[in-house]
């Protein structure tokens, strides 16, 4: 049997292995996906209703964003997006860290949010709907994530300190002005202090007791958008134990079509808290990739079974198991670092001169590059000889362990 066989043997036995095998909830967010993709209006945004739109066209984009997912689906909401401006603090905050993201100039919107702030009067300290609004706990919640990812001048302190005075009886947040606070309000509250926790780790305590009401005030028998929303709550805020109950639920009352209760809006929401608990969610794991060898982004896209000239972020790269491209043109390997799941490589008969950018990859256990430059710098690619059961046992052996430290590691860094 020679290497090429083998290889294709050892990427066969790869396929049974999730492509995250160590993230918990990846299979219930590409089935939730594959569901949200399916409601997509053919103008590129998703609800029915006019009114419901946009909100739920954001956070189906956001969903896909935070799942690592980049797909027609996405790329047809983020241009319904840049063609639909809005006027209102709230839809302006969510729409421009959604295309910030993307890639998109959102100084504007930047620069609309920050004018809409004016310490110097009285409720304007924070954000309302808009500059005609009373400042309000659930605007000023949902801007303030939004502009502490961005450069900005708006004072971020006030915004803080606002919120802080604003939580009912130590306990959750209103809606504005109410005298009782409302669950889905305090989540999101919830989630945008424990976004400012390194300016201001004061908003600790606030936090702690915004979770304690969610607790006691959000069940399992409570609508799952705000299931979804408590939880990814509590997990922003490093306790995944509130989060547990919520999570395990969730998991269990996904339907078989991929969704929550046949509900864009819900199922959106769900899928950004699973990925926040699998770590695909996170920033650094957005980030896009370099990639200068126009083949090689091509080979990993045709793998990934996207368009070949595509951007790559860190979570496309960590869903790239095997790579067939065997004669593709490739001479540098730079970004392919980032494919640290990689086992199995056929870069055979390319112009390669260097393996620097993969040397890391520990889960790279079958690498071919007969046909390469770098093979006659004295870098030994055979494969060991063995009786052919033996190298394909062998094989299987180190993907199986592979996959198991991994799946230890995650476990080690899960918040107690």
Same mark, same amino acid.
């Given at each position: 049997m020679d290497a090429k066989s083998i290889a294709r043997i050892v990427a066969l036995l790869s396929? %049974?292995?999730?492509?995250?095998?160590?993230?918990?909830y990846e299979t219930n967010n590409s089935l939730a996906s594959q569901w949200l993709e399916t409601q997509q209006n053919l103008d590129g945004s998703w609800g029915v209703v006019e009114d419901d739109k946009f909100i %739920?066209?954001?956070?189906?984009?956001?969903? %896909? +964003?935070? /799942?690592? +997912?980049r797909n027609n689906a996405y790329y047809q909401g983020i241009t319904w997006l840049e063609n639909h401006s809005v006027d209102n603090a709230d839809y302006m905050a969510r729409r421009a860290l959604v295309l910030f993201i993307h890639g998109d100039d959102v100084n504007a919107a930047v620069g609309s949010l920050e004018s809409a702030q004016d310490t110097t009067k009285t409720g304007r300290l924070a954000w309302g709907l808009s500059s005609t609004y009373h400042q309000s706990p659930i605007d000023t919640a949902i801007v303030l994530p939004t502009l502490t990812s961005l450069i900005t001048s708006a004072n971020i302190q006030a915004a803080i300190d606002y919120l802080k005075t604003s939580q009912i009886n130590g306990?959750?947040?209103?809606?504005? *002005?109410?005298?009782?606070? $409302?669950?889905?309000?305090t989540a999101v509250v919830v989630k945008a202090l424990s976004s400012v926790q390194t300016i201001d780790p004061s908003v600790s305590t606030n936090i702690a007791n915004g979770l304690?009401?969610?607790? /006691?005030? #959000?069940?399992?028998?409570?609508?799952?958008?705000?299931?979804?929303?408590?939880?990814?709550?509590?997990?922003?805020?490093?306790?995944?134990? #509130? /989060? @547990?109950?919520?999570?395990?639920? *969730?998991?269990?009352? @996904?339907?078989?079509?991929?969704?929550?209760?046949? @509900?864009?809006?819900?199922?959106?929401?769900? +899928? @950004?808290? %699973?990925?926040? !608990?699998?770590?695909?969610?996170?920033? $650094?794991?957005?980030t896009l990739v370099d990639i200068p060898d126009s083949n090689l982004r091509a080979a990993i896209n045709a793998q990934l079974g996207r368009n070949s000239m595509d951007n790559?972020?860190?979570n496309d790269l960590a869903r790239l198991i095997t790579l067939s491209a065997n004669g593709a043109g490739i001479v540098d390997l730079t970004g392919l670092e980032w494919a640290v799941n990689l086992t199995t490589a056929d870069l055979q008969n390319n112009n390669i001169n260097s393996t620097v950018?993969?040397?890391?990859?520990? &889960?790279?256990? #079958? *690498?071919?590059?007969?046909? &390469?430059?770098?093979?006659? $710098?004295?870098?030994?690619?055979? !494969?060991?000889?063995?009786?052919?059961w033996g190298v394909i046992l062998m094989a299987a052996l180190l993907l199986m362990s592979a996959v198991r430290r991994k799946r230890a590691d995650q476990l080690e860094q899960l918040p107690a």
């Open positions: 396929c %049974f292995i999730s492509p995250m095998a160590s993230a918990v %739920f066209t954001v956070e189906s984009v956001q969903a %896909f +964003i935070a /799942a690592g +997912i306990a959750g947040w209103p809606v504005a *002005l109410e005298s009782s606070s $409302d669950a889905f309000t304690s009401q969610l607790s /006691a005030s #959000v069940t399992t028998a409570s609508p799952e958008y705000l299931q979804a929303v408590s939880a990814h709550a509590a997990v922003l805020a490093s306790n995944v134990v #509130v /989060a @547990q109950p919520w999570l395990d639920n *969730l998991a269990t009352t @996904q339907l078989v079509n991929g969704s929550w209760s046949n @509900q864009v809006y819900g199922t959106a929401l769900t +899928i @950004q808290v %699973f990925a926040a !608990i699998d770590g695909t969610a996170g920033i $650094d794991n957005q790559l972020s860190r950018p993969i040397d890391g990859l520990t &889960n790279l256990t #079958v *690498l071919l590059l007969d046909g &390469n430059p770098v093979v006659g $710098d004295g870098i030994d690619e055979d !494969i060991p000889t063995l009786p052919e």
